[in-house]
């Protein structure tokens, strides 16, 4: 049995960088394990065709080193999940990781010895080891949800989810395939798929907001002025709310009359970003001038789908744009006015079934060979919940959250000792460009084990109370935002049957975040039982 001081689970964004870390700034003896044949987590398996990046390419990876920020060049406003691979493939190989990381092992289960005070870990190729320190580095969209629909078993073609791609190339030539669900992925799928099969029938529970993102080559001088700006893009993305390079600004929906309102919202439609909730400062804060883009938004989508009874269920929303996780696509809208396309409204015309030869909906009978899930995740605390997590007194997570995720600045769980989490429920995690909000957790836990070690500290875990408080304060801010005016949404659960629904990641903005993060270091954690 293998003992470290540290193990790190995942080998995405944040399990490289924490790795980095741990071992070559702090010292420790540490292993990351990752279930995957390689790294890059989120983008090693969402490989389905048209996966790219939501976020502007030169603020979407590492800027803890301004080596690695320099020597790297991104090529498209948007990059692709290959290109983000090679990225972090790139920054492993700077960094000579690989040689600490375990790959093709998933966690099976991990205990807390409170005898030994180390936490003994299980993967389900029977290997065992002994750490210190746990960190979970698992992502917040791992768990894949594929929704319990009765006949699946009995489907005789194939089927997929888009968040475990295969690698091996899927022929949809000429085949009459299924997507069901239309959220991220879904949006960016179908355009590129709709391109080779013979028929794709879209399956839509609940339409979604989406804005172009008009991806384009860099020019030499736009790829001169990022690096050039190293300095002042990493400042500027710790400033922001969302950790990209747009603020929100103090002018109102209601300064403006129509005509120059929607002169504004047409040049942000027309770049092309999720700077398009930025144009002005109410639209996430204030129902009625929140209803201004989403009648703008309404209104572009009747423009651009030619069928009319189509368009009436592409824009028949039930919540207000930003209430739910924004999206960016590349034709999306302008597929529906291709012929191989069909649209099947789940309000009105539900799935009963999936057959052997297809699924069968209230109103149809459809034949597929091949059936695509874009039906999104058990976000946040899925893939923690999936460890089989064993803290102190026997305490099982999934019994310790069975009403609701208990954590403390979503970085660590009251009664399971010495274990950290990267972007965990109660963070602002999925509500901000990933990578920021990363390196500011691996630096926090990174500094939170150097004060450990310093001072012979054995164990730190955050107090009942505390993680109490914390919920407390997540509850009263998204009660506050139109976050709550959504019906469904995965920010909050609804998605998976028996989750407990309260608002999950932390909707303060990352600045706020970051402010009393810094506060509780400084205050050498006063609000952790530390012995």
Request: charged content about 25%; hydrophobic content about 35%; glycine content about 6%.
């Given at each position: 049995?293998?003992?470290?001081?540290?193990?790190i689970?995942?080998?995405?964004?944040?399990?490289l960088?924490?790795?980095?870390?741990?071992?070559?700034?702090?010292?420790l003896?540490?292993?990351?394990?990752?279930?995957?044949?390689?790294?890059?987590?989120t983008?090693?398996?969402?490989?389905?065709?048209?996966?790219?990046?939501d976020?502007?390419?030169?603020?979407?990876?590492?800027?803890?080193?301004?080596?690695?920020?320099?020597?790297?060049?991104?090529?498209?406003?948007?990059?692709?999940?290959?290109?983000?691979?090679?990225?972090?493939?790139?920054?492993?190989?700077?960094?000579?990781l690989?040689k600490?990381?375990?790959f093709?092992?998933?966690?099976?289960?991990?205990?807390?010895?409170?005898?030994?005070?180390?936490?003994q870990?299980?993967?389900?190729?029977?290997?065992?080891?002994?750490?210190?320190?746990?960190?979970?580095?698992?992502?917040?969209?791992?768990?894949t949800?594929?929704?319990?629909?009765k006949?699946?078993?009995?489907?005789?073609?194939?089927?997929?989810?888009?968040?475990?791609?295969?690698?091996?190339?899927?022929?949809?030539?000429?085949?009459?395939?299924?997507?069901?669900?239309?959220?991220?992925?879904?949006?960016?799928?179908?355009?590129?798929?709709?391109?080779?099969?013979?028929?794709?029938?879209?399956?839509?529970?609940?339409?979604?907001?989406?804005?172009?993102?008009?991806?384009?080559?860099?020019?030499?001088?736009?790829?001169?002025?990022?690096?050039?700006?190293?300095?002042?893009?990493?400042?500027?993305?710790?400033?922001?709310?969302?950790?990209?390079?747009?603020?929100?600004?103090?002018?109102?929906?209601?300064?403006?009359?129509?005509?120059?309102?929607?002169?504004?919202?047409?040049?942000?439609?027309?770049?092309?970003?999720?700077?398009?909730?930025?144009?002005?400062?109410?639209?996430?804060?204030?129902?009625?001038?929140?209803?201004?883009?989403s009648?703008?938004?309404?209104?572009?989508?009747?423009?651009?789908?030619?069928d009319k009874k189509?368009?009436?269920?592409?824009?028949?929303?039930?919540?207000?744009?930003?209430?739910?996780?924004?999206?960016l696509?590349?034709?999306?809208?302008?597929?529906?006015?291709?012929?191989?396309?069909?649209?099947?409204?789940?309000?009105s015309?539900?799935?009963?079934?999936?057959?052997?030869?297809?699924?069968?909906?209230?109103?149809?009978?459809f034949?597929?060979d091949?059936?695509?899930?874009?039906?999104?995740?058990?976000?946040?605390?899925?893939?923690?919940?999936?460890?089989?997590?064993?803290?102190?007194?026997?305490?099982?997570?999934?019994?310790?959250?069975n009403?609701?995720?208990k954590?403390?600045?979503?970085?660590?769980?009251?009664?399971?000792?010495?274990l950290?989490?990267?972007?965990?429920?109660?963070?602002?995690?999925?509500?901000?460009?990933?990578?920021?909000?990363?390196?500011?957790?691996?630096?926090?836990?990174?500094?939170?084990?150097?004060?450990?070690?310093?001072?012979?500290?054995?164990?730190?875990?955050?107090?009942?109370?505390?993680?109490?408080?914390?919920?407390?304060?997540?509850?009263?801010l998204?009660?506050?935002?139109?976050?709550?005016?959504?019906?469904?949404?995965?920010?909050?659960?609804?998605?998976?049957?028996?989750?407990?629904?309260?608002?999950?990641?932390?909707?303060?903005?990352?600045?706020?975040?970051?402010?009393?993060?810094?506060?509780?270091?400084?205050?050498?954690?006063?609000?952790?039982?530390?012995?």
């Amino acid at each position: 049995m293998l003992q470290f001081e540290t193990i790190i689970i995942g080998a995405g964004i944040s399990g490289l960088y924490q790795l980095h870390k741990c071992r070559d700034e702090l010292n420790l003896k540490t292993l990351a394990i990752e279930e995957g044949s390689d790294i890059g987590g989120t983008w090693y398996w969402n490989r389905y065709p048209g996966a790219r990046c939501d976020s502007e390419s030169h603020t979407y990876g590492y800027t803890f080193s301004e080596k690695i920020y320099k020597n790297w060049t991104w090529k498209e406003k948007y990059p692709k999940q290959n290109t983000i691979l090679k990225y972090l493939k790139f920054v492993e190989k700077k960094l000579n990781l690989r040689k600490d990381i375990l790959f093709n092992n998933k966690i099976i289960s991990a205990k807390y010895l409170e005898n030994k005070k180390l936490w003994q870990i299980k993967t389900n190729k029977n290997k065992i080891f002994l750490t210190k320190y746990l960190i979970c580095a698992v992502g917040s969209l791992s768990a894949t949800n594929i929704p319990n629909i009765k006949g699946l078993k009995t489907f005789k073609g194939e089927y997929y989810h888009t968040g475990r791609w295969p690698k091996k190339k899927i022929n949809l030539k000429n085949q009459i395939v299924a997507q069901i669900g239309t959220g991220s992925s879904g949006i960016q799928v179908a355009p590129e798929i709709a391109k080779t099969v013979k028929k794709l029938v879209i399956f839509q529970r609940t339409p979604n907001y989406s804005i172009p993102a008009r991806n384009k080559k860099l020019t030499k001088e736009m790829i001169n002025d990022y690096l050039k700006n190293y300095e002042k893009i990493k400042k500027l993305i710790k400033k922001t709310p969302g950790g990209h390079t747009f603020s929100f600004p103090d002018r109102s929906v209601f300064d403006f009359n129509k005509i120059e309102r929607d002169k504004i919202f047409e040049k942000a439609w027309l770049k092309g970003s999720l700077a398009f909730r930025a144009c002005f400062g109410d639209i996430t804060k204030n129902l009625k001038a929140n209803e201004k883009a989403s009648n703008f938004i309404k209104e572009k989508i009747l423009k651009i789908v030619k069928d009319k009874k189509i368009a009436k269920i592409l824009t028949n929303f039930d919540h207000p744009f930003t209430s739910k996780r924004p999206t960016l696509n590349t034709n999306y809208y302008e597929t529906f006015n291709r012929k191989n396309i069909e649209l099947v409204d789940l309000k009105s015309n539900p799935i009963i079934k999936i057959t052997k030869n297809g699924i069968k909906t209230k109103n149809n009978d459809f034949d597929f060979d091949k059936i695509i899930f874009a039906t999104g995740y058990d976000a946040l605390t899925g893939p923690l919940l999936s460890l089989n997590l064993v803290g102190k007194k026997k305490t099982k997570l999934q019994n310790f959250w069975n009403k609701s995720p208990k954590t403390y600045l979503g970085l660590m769980i009251p009664n399971f000792p010495n274990l950290f989490i990267i972007q965990g429920p109660g963070s602002p995690s999925v509500l901000t460009n990933v990578p920021v909000q990363i390196e500011q957790h691996v630096e926090w836990i990174t500094n939170c084990l150097n004060f450990l070690n310093k001072n012979n500290k054995k164990t730190i875990e955050p107090t009942i109370n505390s993680a109490k408080k914390w919920s407390d304060e997540i509850k009263r801010l998204a009660d506050a935002s139109l976050f709550m005016k959504a019906k469904i949404s995965w920010y909050k659960g609804d998605n998976i049957p028996g989750k407990p629904k309260v608002f999950i990641p932390y909707p303060g903005g990352l600045p706020r975040y970051r402010n009393i993060c810094n506060k509780v270091e400084k205050n050498q954690y006063k609000e952790f039982l530390i012995k």
